[in-house]
């Protein structure tokens, strides 16, 4: 198992948005047999923003319900301006919830609806690219 991972991870030529650099650690005991990976996240382009939309309060005498609304709008439309790279990178740090992720435990606070429509709209971030280049091609074309 321990020349299985050792081989995966020194085969590794560049990154992929699965696998940013310097992401994933090997370290191994005297006494261990076995190589470990931690696993850590990669702070991604808009990084303060996305945070500055969580930490955002509700305006005196809004409802919650509607606070978290817009909210999720205002999220979705930071998650637009993220590039694929980032916005896969992302989705990946929301699934992987790390105890250490500053926007992971933002989002764990979200009801479970809104965290998956927001982490489908991250998904489908090659899609809309392609479509918005492929838009602007055929007004120019």
């Known amino acids: 198992m321990k020349d299985i991972v050792a081989s995966r991870i020194a085969n590794r030529n560049g990154s992929t ?9 090997v370290s191994s005991d005297d006494d261990d047999s076995e190589a470990r990976v931690r696993i850590t996240w990669k702070p991604v382009q808009l990084e303060n923003e ?4 969580f930490d955002e309060r ?13 909210k999720e709008q ?6 637009a301006r ?34 998956t429509r927001l982490l489908a709209f991250l998904a489908d971030a090659r899609r ?8 602007v091609a055929g007004r120019h074309g």
């Open 58 to 70: 509700p305006a005196p005498g809004e409802q919650l319900e509607m606070a978290f609304r817009r």
């Open 82 to 115: 993220l590039n694929a790279v980032d916005s896969l990178a992302l989705q990946r740090r929301l699934n992987l919830s790390l105890s250490d992720d500053p926007i992971a435990e933002r989002f764990g606070r979200l009801v479970v609806a809104r965290r």
């Open 74 to 79: 205002q999220l979705a439309a930071v998650f």
């Open 128 to 135: 809309r690219i392609a479509l918005r280049l492929s838009h």
């Open 17 to 25: 948005c699965w696998e940013p650099p310097n992401t994933a650690h």
């Open 50 to 53: 996305i945070i500055a939309v």
